[in-house]
């Protein structure tokens, strides 16, 4: 591990935090916050699948 690898991990630490307060703020139920991690998840698989169909062959 060298000092840049433990910058990414503090960074990403951080916006996790910073999601999660936002998410706090809203005071959204559990149930509500899955069902729109599990839409908002689709929906970027379906984005990444659609560009590795139509995209050029590598």
Do not use: C, T, Y
Not at 29 to 46: C, N, P, Q, Y
């Amino acid at each position: 591990m060298n000092e840049f690898s433990i910058v990414q991990i503090v960074s990403l630490v951080g916006f996790l935090v910073l999601a999660l307060s936002a998410l706090a703020s809203h005071r959204l139920d559990w149930g509500k916050a899955i069902r729109m991690g599990l839409i908002w998840s689709a929906i970027f698989v379906g984005v990444v699948l659609l560009f590795s169909i139509v995209g050029p062959e590598g």
